[in-house]
């Protein structure tokens, strides 16, 4: 984002957890155990304002989605050539390859 952004201008942007898939095989043939992985729940939903990562949004979760979050608070979007059916948005996983989770990235007014 470019730094001299005024934050005023920018969109809040909503970002809903939709769907946490786990894929235990991988866990188990290639993961350490871990006792506390993820705290994301499905249907939780954070806000960034100024295009930040909001608090309490897993800081590996907000690097898969952070571009696309800048481009919706800038009014951009209409993301690979009509590829949502709501122009302003954007269906993001983060980049956990065991438990990803898929978010719901909207501009807001």
């Not at 001299?4 to 235990?24: C, F, G, K």
């Not at 043939?29 to 909001?54: L, M």
């Not at 951009?76 to 898929?102: H, L, T, Y």
Request: glycine share 6%.
């Amino acid at each position: 984002m470019n730094d001299n952004q005024d934050n005023s201008q920018l969109r809040p942007v909503r970002i809903t957890a939709m769907r946490q898939t786990l894929y235990r095989d991988l866990m188990q043939q290639f993961e350490n155990p871990i006792q506390h992985a993820c705290d994301i729940q499905v249907g939780q939903s954070f806000i960034s304002h100024g295009a930040q990562r909001p608090d309490g949004l897993c800081e590996s979760a907000w690097e898969s989605m952070r571009p696309f979050v800048e481009s919706l608070a800038r009014g951009e979007g209409n993301f690979f050539d009509g590829w949502m059916k709501n122009p302003q948005s954007a269906m993001i996983s983060c980049n956990d390859g065991f438990r990803p989770v898929s978010f719901y990235l909207e501009a807001i007014n």
